[in-house]
């Protein structure tokens, strides 16, 4: 099984936006203000690694960059989508191969509702794959999944002098089955299935005049993948439990800009009796420009 099927896991999420806490809620669960455009492009840098307990190991590492656009509807209630490109490398041993390309379209809703002393947050993440996930016969693939995945989430926050805090539960699944093609030889079409991800967040923040800082624990547990082909049903990727800590510290550089750094780590606890422990690193900074 090749690592890109690890790395897969660890960058959709970090793409989302990392606000005024006293103006918009929470800086982790940000939703455009209403009658507002609001794009955010962002540079990403990931590093990784895989050891297997037969000893050896896979590093990875990947530049990326995304641009989120969003709209708000009105005080209630937002729209908008996320589009990423990548390239990262592999490396085990003597091997080496690359993950280029497109990720999925991402278009999400957001919506969030007063509730006794806190605020109710909820919405759906729609990811696209724009083609086929495809395996060259050199291990070379692209980033695209071949599938269609929903993720509804559902959170609440309180806020209490410059803090707020609070937390999110969500659960993405695949929507019929992800298309793969291997190059081979032979040449293998193969329907993947599996891959559904619970998450559970918790996050807590503090503003500081022009910047807020922010803290968050989110665990992801994930179920292992499978491809079936000409009949035949494989495991495609292992299951695991991912725990990540994230810092970011958005700062407000004037009315309609914000500056958007973050710092993401990342442990991995595989159902898998080959790996011994995988963890990754992943730096983030982008803009946040409102019109």
Not at 63 to 92: C, P
Request: charged share 20%.
């Amino acid at each position: 099984m090749k690592y890109s099927s690890i790395m897969a896991f660890v960058v959709p999420f970090v793409v989302s936006g990392t606000a005024i806490a006293n103006e918009n809620g929470s800086e982790y669960m940000y939703q455009t203000p209403a009658g507002k455009w609001q794009v955010v492009p962002t540079l990403h840098y990931e590093s990784a690694e895989v050891k297997m307990k037969a000893g050896g190991s896979t590093k990875t590492t990947r530049f990326g960059q995304s641009v989120r656009g969003e709209y708000g509807i009105d005080e209630s209630f937002s729209t908008g989508l996320i589009l990423m490109n990548s390239s990262s490398e592999s490396k085990s041993g003597n091997s080496k191969f690359d993950a280029t390309g497109l990720h999925d379209l991402t278009v999400f809703f957001r919506g969030r509702n007063q509730v006794g002393g806190g605020m109710l947050r909820y919405g759906l993440n729609v990811d696209f794959g724009l083609e086929k996930h495809k395996v060259k016969a050199n291990g070379d693939e692209n980033n695209s999944t071949g599938g269609m995945w929903a993720t509804p989430f559902i959170g609440f926050e309180m806020s209490r002098d410059n803090c707020t805090y609070g937390g999110r539960i969500s659960y993405k699944t695949l929507i019929g089955d992800a298309k793969m093609e291997d190059e081979g030889p032979p040449k293998v079409e193969s329907d993947i299935s599996g891959g559904s991800q619970f998450g559970l967040d918790l996050f807590f923040e503090h503003q500081i005049q022009q910047w807020t800082l922010g803290a968050a624990l989110e665990i992801t547990s994930v179920e292992k993948k499978e491809a079936k082909a000409n009949g035949v049903t494989t495991e495609h990727a292992f299951g695991n439990t991912q725990w990540t800590l994230a810092f970011y510290t958005p700062y407000d550089v004037s009315e309609n800009i914000e500056l958007l750094p973050s710092v993401r780590y990342t442990t991995f606890t595989a159902k898998n009796y080959t790996i011994d422990e995988a963890s990754s690193w992943h730096f983030a900074i982008g803009g946040r420009f409102t019109f």
